[in-house]
Nanobody
Framework: VQLQASGGGLVQAGDSLRLSCAAS????????VGWFRQAPGKEREFVGC????????IYADSVKGRFTVSKDNAKNLVYLQMDNLRPEDTAVYYC???????????????????WGQGTLVTVSS
């Protein structure tokens, strides 16, 4: 599976931004895709994910109610819609995929076998 994340940029607090993750090599019906982020000097953290079945996405508490993960199976694209952005959301955002991940591991970076390059999101105050 190859993943390509895009859509990052510089925005102001309160703005919205949508990231995209283009998947190739497997259809989205066969893989679970997660979004993670890593701020300078911090560990990579879980943001949200959508299971291959499309069942209700799950989110980190820090983004719940502001971020939405969705996918377009026909285009093989996964989206991360980010609303009401805050300076603390500044980070490099990554998409990752797994065909075999179990539910209890959805929030764990090492459980994902495939990673795209990151896209930088900077939120100014």
């Amino acid at each position: 599976v190859q993943l390509q994340a895009s859509g990052g940029g510089l925005v102001q607090a309160g703005d919205s931004l949508r990231l995209s993750c283009a998947a190739s090599g497997r259809t989205l019906r066969a893989i679970t895709v997660g979004w993670f982020r890593q701020a300078p000097g911090k560990e990579r953290e879980f943001v949200g994910c959508i299971h291959r079945t499309g069942y209700t996405p799950i989110y980190a508490d820090s983004v719940k109610g502001r971020f939405t993960v969705s996918k377009d199976n026909a285009k093989n694209l996964v989206y991360l819609q980010m609303d009401n952005l805050r300076p603390e959301d500044t980070a490099v955002y990554y998409c990752a995929a797994s065909a075999t991940i179990i539910y209890s591991s959805l929030r764990i970076p090492s459980a994902y076998a495939h990673w795209g390059q990151g896209t930088l999101v900077t939120v100014s105050s």
